[in-house]
């Protein structure tokens, strides 16, 4: 069929602004980021030592000082990072339009969020469990001391699917309200609307260090899940997933050789240790890899810390909530906290 040179030229220009739109729409993450100069960062709404603006809206956790590190690497400016509240439901969807960079928000890694959600989950930060939290008056010892109760728990998480499933394969009976965010969970439970919270450990201990009587609240002893909790980021762009599961690799390297915010400089003049010096970029080569600048992890190192410091100001015993290291020490001293070699 013979096609006019009006058709032609019509035919051209669409398939070059096709081509230009793909072109536009292949613009990685790290270039969005640089061409900003900030990081969007998906949090929760609020959850104390993890993710939580204070009185001034000055951010701090555990998740967010990840947040930070991804900025430090990139931007050599830890406060380079927009916080983006989250709740459970919502999170996802802000990840995969991109209106968020990448995804810290105690938010754990399973099959399903991994492959059929589009995501690719960068290093745990925090190995936790699902529990529950009852009133020491209930005298409440045990899970199948639950019964009949009623458990809050927020909508959209791993821990409603947890629930039902633990109630359905040990046949107990439980009625569930389930909530958008932790804070109607968190205070339907302390007005009396139901039994039991069921969340994190770690989010439980978060809220009852919160109350002016935590001493009246049971957290019990048995978990009934795992929650690797590490930040996330949507499938397809592999230099940006690098980025975001180095950084948090650079902190555990760091805590793993001694190398704190304090000692960082003067290690970096003086130490002879091969690996410590392709990690603070005295020996080149790591940062090109990533396609940030060489002293990326010193700057991780020196502007938020290493995995250690961060735990402790934040969860540990520095910290309101004073969390052991348990199985979040690291791998020298039997936990799971290990770093592939920075070379």
């Not at 998906?42 to 930070?68: H, L, Y």
């Not at 909790?229 to 805590?255: C, N, R, T, Y």
Request: net charge positive.
């Amino acid at each position: 069929m013979f096609k006019s040179p009006i058709h032609l030229i019509s035919t051209c220009l669409v398939s070059a602004l096709f081509a230009f739109g793909q072109n536009a729409s292949a613009e990685s993450i790290l270039e969005k980021v640089k061409k900003r100069k900030m990081v969007n960062c998906g949090t929760t709404m609020g959850v104390a030592g993890f993710s939580a603006p204070d009185s001034k809206g000055n951010w701090s956790g555990i998740e967010v000082d990840v947040c930070r590190a991804v900025a430090a690497a990139v931007l050599g400016d830890p406060k380079k990072v927009k916080f983006v509240p989250l709740s459970g439901q919502a999170r996802f969807t802000a990840l995969q339009s991109g209106e968020v960079d990448l995804l810290s928000r105690v938010t754990t890694w399973t099959l399903t969020r991994d492959t059929s959600l589009g995501l690719n989950f960068g290093p745990t930060v925090f190995y936790d469990g699902q529990g529950f939290m009852v009133r020491k008056k209930d005298k409440v010892k045990k899970i199948k001391d639950l019964n009949g109760a009623t458990i809050c728990t927020q909508q959209g998480t791993t821990s409603e699917l947890n629930l039902a499933d633990y109630f359905r394969a040990n046949r107990i009976k439980m009625k569930t309200v389930v909530f958008e965010s932790n804070d109607e969970v968190t205070q339907a439970f302390f007005k009396g609307r139901c039994d039991a919270f069921t969340n994190d450990t770690s989010g439980l201990v978060a809220e009852r260090s919160k109350t002016k009587n935590p001493e009246d609240y049971i957290i019990l002893e048995k978990v009934i899940s795992k929650e690797p909790l590490g930040p996330a980021v949507v499938h397809g762009d592999d230099q940006w997933f690098d980025i975001v599961k180095w950084s948090v690799f650079a902190m555990i390297s760091a805590e793993e050789y001694g190398i704190t915010s304090k000692n960082v400089d003067e290690v970096k003049k003086k130490s002879k240790v091969p690996n410590v010096k392709r990690l603070l970029g005295v020996t080149p080569g790591n940062g090109k890899s990533l396609g940030v600048s060489e002293d990326w992890a010193y700057n991780i190192i020196k502007m938020v810390g290493n995995y250690g410091e961060v735990f402790e100001r934040n969860i540990g015993k520095e910290s309101p909530l004073k969390l052991e290291r348990g199985i979040n020490a690291l791998w020298t001293k039997g936990g799971l906290m290990y770093a592939p070699p920075i070379r």
